[in-house]
């Protein structure tokens, strides 16, 4: 039975949107993410305690098939939060040369075919040296990511046409994708853009128009022309191996959208 569902999305739902209300433009947007990273991680070790995965993960440090996609669904709030860390942490050169990386990504994409958009498997520009290089900040959707089997990652990656599900530990990824539903219902509660967006196009957005967070924080949809393209795939994760038996993938997202089959980055 799946107990987090209602925790994780009403519970974030309530945190974010009372922190904004109570803030407004003087919300501070890193110490709200820890506290939904926080809420996340303690469901996640408690399920893990009672369900553990029935076998060793593959993820590891280094491995980064999955960091490999047309692009990373995202939400107005985590991008903001990527682009602060950014911010603060790197000088300028570092900050260039993440902003070469978005425009040579954007070169990237608009070279595909929308009916190819499915099969991009371009590094994400925050990729350094085959690792996170906002580890700590990472979307939830990077968090939902795991493998029981690295080898078909990699297979997927090398021949994204002939791609098969990923047998994966199905409650890690259901607790990212609930807490990302809580934050997008927190921010529409208090009629902020929260619409999952492409990372690539939403980073640019996020670091280089100026006043971003503030105008966000005033309702203003800055994020318009990174709102997510791709088409809502159909299929779900290979339930019997992407789960232990009792987790039903079902409304994820509290929509008729279905999970990804290919079990990528999604932007849908
Ligand atoms: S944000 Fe980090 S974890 Fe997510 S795809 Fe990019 S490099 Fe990989």
């Known amino acids: 039975m799946?107990?987090?569902?209602?925790?994780?999305?009403?519970?974030?739902q309530a945190i974010i949107a009372n922190a904004i209300r109570d803030n407004g433009n003087n919300t501070a947007l890193s110490p709200l993410f820890e506290s939904v990273i926080g809420c996340t991680t303690a469901i996640t070790d408690s399920v893990r305690q009672n369900d553990p995965p029935i076998k060793p993960l593959a993820c590891e440090a280094g491995c980064s098939h999955c960091c490999y996609q047309y692009d990373v669904g995202v939400t107005p709030f985590e991008i903001l939060c990527i682009a602060a860390h950014i911010l603060e942490t790197y000088n300028k050169d570092e900050q260039a040369v993440v902003l070469d990386k978005i425009a040579m990504a954007e070169k990237k994409k608009r070279?595909?075919?929308?009916?190819?958009?499915?099969?991009?498997?371009?590094?994400?520009?925050?990729?350094?040296?085959?690792?996170?290089?906002?580890?700590?900040?990472?979307?939830?959707?990077?968090?939902?990511?795991?493998?029981?089997?690295?080898?078909?990652?990699?297979?997927?990656?090398?021949?994204?046409?002939?791609?098969?599900?990923?047998?994966?530990?199905?409650?890690?990824?259901?607790?990212a994708k609930f807490a990302r539903v809580g934050i997008q219902r927190g921010l529409s509660d208090v009629s902020l853009q929260n619409e999952i967006l492409e990372l690539v196009p939403a980073l640019r957005i996020a670091l280089t128009t100026s006043g971003a967070l503030l105008r966000w924080l005033a309702g203003e949809r800055?994020?318009?022309?990174?709102?997510?393209?791709?088409?809502?795939?159909?299929?779900?994760?290979?339930?019997?191996?992407?789960?232990?038996?009792d987790a039903t993938p079902d409304s994820i997202l509290n929509t008729t959208e279905k999970p990804p089959r290919r079990l990528n980055h999604d932007t849908s």
């Open 111 to 175: 070279s595909l075919p929308i009916e190819d958009w499915g099969y991009g498997k371009f590094p994400c520009p925050l990729l350094v040296d085959e690792k996170c290089s906002v580890y700590e900040v990472r979307p939830l959707v990077c968090r939902a990511m795991n493998s029981y089997d690295g080898d078909r990652c990699r297979q997927n990656r090398e021949t994204p046409r002939n791609d098969s599900s990923v047998p994966m530990y199905g409650h890690q990824y259901e607790i």
């Open 222 to 245: 800055i994020f318009e022309e990174a709102v997510s393209r791709l088409p809502p795939r159909s299929g779900r994760p290979n339930d019997k191996e992407a789960t232990n038996g």
């Open 2 to 12: 799946i107990v987090y569902e209602k925790p994780l999305r009403d519970g974030l």
